[in-house]
C-alpha cells in the first residue's frame, strides 16, 4: 500500500504547505508519519454491503469502495437501478452483487446477509445508508408517515447491524458506517419525523460503537448536509416549490453550493479503510460549512 515515491511527493507538499518562504525542499517522512499511497487501494480484499446503493450516496459509494478493490454488495428496493450499478461495478473489476430487499424487514436483511456471507465469505464493511423523506409537521404527518421514516431510516440499522456484527466480530472485526443527517444533530422545519430519524441514528450510532468497540467493530456515522441526489429534489416536489428555488436555497451556505454523492463517498471510503483505525463513535458533518453557522 505504501511507496517511497508516494510518501517522497506528500512529504515535498507538506513542507511546501508548513514553510512556504524557505528554499528547503524536502522535510523526511518520519516528521509526518504514515502516509498513504495516492494511487492506493484502501479496500483490497475486503467485501462491503452498501444499502440504498442503487442511487445517490450508495451508488457514488458503491462505486468507489469497488475502486478502491471491495467486493460490493450492492442492496435496494429499485432493482433496475441496482443492477445497472453492480454491471458498472463489473466494468471496474472487483466482485458485485445486486439483492433486492426492503430494509426495514427483518427477514429480507437475514437473507442478505446470509447469502453475502455464503457468497463473499464474509462481511467487512457495513454502510446502513437506504434512507426516505418526509417533509411535513407532527401535525401534518400521519401515523402511517411515521412509522415509514422511522423504520426505513432507524430500524433498517438495528435489523442489519444485528446480522451483521456477530460475522465481522468471529473475523477480527470490522467498520459500520450509518448515514445520518445534519438534521440529526439540529432541527430543520417541516421534517419532524426525518429529524427524529436522524437523530435517533447519531445516538444509535454512539451506542453500537459502546457496545461493539471490545469486539473491534467501529461504529460512525456521517451527517451529510444537502447533496444533489433524487431525494433533494423529492423535498422540494413534497413541499411543492419548484426544484431550482429549492436548490438555491439548499446552497446558501458557507461553501456556496450543495454537495455532490461523491464528497459523501471519500467520507463513507475513510471511515470504511484502515485510514480512521482509531474512530469509532463519532458523528463526520459533510456539509460545506452548513452547521457551522449562517452566512
Ligand atoms: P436517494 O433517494 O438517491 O437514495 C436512497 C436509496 O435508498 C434509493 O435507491 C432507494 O430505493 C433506497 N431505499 C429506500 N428505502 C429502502 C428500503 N426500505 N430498502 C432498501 N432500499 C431503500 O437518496 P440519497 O440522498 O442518496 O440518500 C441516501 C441517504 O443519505 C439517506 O439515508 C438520506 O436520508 C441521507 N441524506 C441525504 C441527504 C441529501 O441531501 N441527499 C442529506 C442528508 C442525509
Redesign the pocket.
Given at each position: 500500500m505504501w511507496t517511497e515515491a508516494g510518501r517522497g511527493v506528500l512529504a515535498r507538499r507538506a513542507h511546501t504547505a508548513r514553510f512556504p518562504d524557505t528554499a528547503i525542499s524536502l522535510i523526511s517522512v518520519s516528521q509526518l508519519g504514515v502516509m498513504y499511497d495516492p494511487t492506493r487501494n484502501l479496500l483490497s480484499g475486503k467485501v462491503a454491503v452498501v444499502?440504498?446503493?442503487?442511487?445517490?450516496?450508495?451508488?457514488?459509494t458503491a462505486l468507489l469502495f469497488s475502486r478502491e478493490g471491495a467486493a460490493v454488495i450492492v442492496?435496494?428496493?429499485?432493482e433496475s437501478?441496482?443492477v445497472e450499478v453492480v454491471n458498472e461495478i463489473s466494468t471496474i473489476g472487483t466482485r458485485a452483487k445486486f439483492m433486492k430487499?426492503?430494509?426495514?424487514?427483518s427477514d429480507?436483511c437475514k437473507r442478505v446477509v446470509e447469502s453475502s456471507l455464503a457468497e463473499f465469505g464474509g462481511i467487512d464493511i457495513l454502510f446502513n445508508?437506504?434512507?426516505?423523506?418526509c417533509r411535513a409537521t407532527v401535525l401534518d404527518l400521519s401515523e402511517e408517515n411515521w412509522d415509514r421514516v422511522m423504520?426505513?431510516?432507524v430500524k433498517?440499522i438495528f435489523l442489519m447491524s444485528r446480522f451483521v456484527i456477530p460475522i465481522m466480530a468471529r473475523n477480527g472485526g470490522g467498520s459500520i458506517i450509518n448515514?445520518?443527517?445534519?438534521?440529526g444533530l439540529t432541527g430543520g422545519a417541516k421534517a419532524a419525523v426525518?429529524c427524529a430519524?436522524?437523530g435517533a441514528v447519531v445516538l444509535l450510532t454512539k451506542a453500537m460503537a459502546v457496545d461493539h468497540g471490545p469486539e473491534k467493530v467501529r461504529v460512525n456515522c456521517?451527517?451529510?448536509?444537502?447533496?444533489?441526489?433524487?431525494?433533494?429534489r423529492?423535498?422540494a416536489q413534497q413541499l411543492g416549490q419548484p426544484a431550482d428555488r429549492f436548490l438555491t436555497e439548499?446552497a446558501r451556505r458557507p461553501m456556496g453550493r450543495?454537495?455532490t454523492?461523491e464528497e459523501?463517498a471519500q467520507a463513507a471510503l475513510y471511515l470504511a479503510s484502515d485510514a480512521s483505525s482509531f474512530v469509532t463513535g463519532t458523528a463526520l458533518v459533510v456539509d460545506g460549512g452548513g452547521l457551522a453557522g449562517s452566512v
Open positions: 444499502t440504498g446503493g442503487a442511487s445517490g450516496i450508495g451508488r457514488a442492496v435496494d428496493l429499485n437501478s441496482g430487499a426492503d430494509v426495514s424487514r429480507d445508508n437506504a434512507g426516505i423523506v423504520n426505513v431510516n433498517s448515514t445520518a443527517s445534519g438534521w426525518y430519524s436522524k456521517i451527517c451529510p448536509g444537502d447533496i444533489d441526489t433524487s431525494m433533494l423529492n423535498e439548499a450543495i454537495g454523492p459523501i
